[in-house]
């Protein structure tokens, strides 16, 4: 709990400070430390993901972001904060054309609203007036523009390759590839037919891997990819 602390409130400062990718950083750390109980819930973990996320909105990285509140909600973060997550969530759905998500994420920030009781008469009324006219506008949104942005938002996801006729002999390769043998030259690879500009011919999983030490912050262990914004191993 002592370094996730001290991480977060690193994190606070180079926030504060305008330093977006210091106070990523710090956050991110201090999510790695953060203490778990045995049920997965957190107010540490949650408060410091919620951190996060605000830094994420602020670069403008929303997918993170969205990530970020949606499990802070999930980890114990205090009812008495909460319409702050969800106004948040409303602006990152809102970007994405999501009106129905926003208008329900507004909801529950006027909601949550009511129940914010250390939050002053004065900032309140702010932030309800806010609330309320963001609700509205989305509310107001005609049914024919909401088909329309609903449209928009389908996009094809891009998933793992995969090789189309595989090589009975070399499965993890495509049929369009043979090997053979030649006294002199050795075994050497050729093409069975014409192969296409950009087409898959091999896909293979390895029997072992892991990152080095110094990549272990910032990178995925399974597939290896930077991470924006990393989270600790449940186990």
């Not at 330093?19 to 750390?29: G, I, M, P, W």
């Not at 969205?66 to 802070?72: N, S, T, V």
């Not at 690879?189 to 014409?194: E, K, S």
């Amino acid at each position: 709990g002592a370094e996730s602390k001290k991480m977060k409130e690193a994190g606070n400062k180079a926030y504060q400070d305008g330093q977006d990718l210091q106070a990523l950083t710090c956050y991110s750390q201090a999510i790695i430390f953060a203490p778990m109980n045995e049920d997965g819930k957190s107010k540490e973990f949650s408060i410091c993901l919620a951190n996060r996320s605000a830094v994420l909105f602020s670069l403008k990285w929303y997918q993170q972001a969205a990530d970020d509140i949606e499990l802070a909600l999930l980890s114990g973060y205090p009812d008495g904060l909460a319409y702050k997550l969800y106004e948040r969530q409303g602006k990152i759905k809102a970007f994405f054309k999501d009106v129905d998500g926003a208008c329900e994420s507004y909801k529950l920030a006027l909601k949550f609203l009511e129940i914010a009781i250390k939050l002053k008469d004065e900032r309140r009324k702010k932030v309800l007036f806010e609330l309320q006219k963001s609700l509205k506008f989305f509310q107001d949104t005609p049914a024919s523009v909401r088909a329309d942005l609903k449209k928009a938002r389908q996009v094809s996801k891009v998933g793992t390759p995969e090789v189309e006729e595989c090589n009975p002999l070399y499965p993890a390769m495509s049929k369009s590839v043979s090997f053979k043998y030649q006294a002199g030259r050795g075994r050497y690879a050729v093409a069975t037919r014409d192969i296409k500009v950009g087409e898959t011919i091999l896909v293979e999983k390895p029997i072992v891997s892991h990152p080095l030490p110094e990549y272990m912050a910032q990178n995925c262990a399974a597939c290896f990819k930077t991470l924006q914004a990393p989270l600790p191993c449940t186990t």
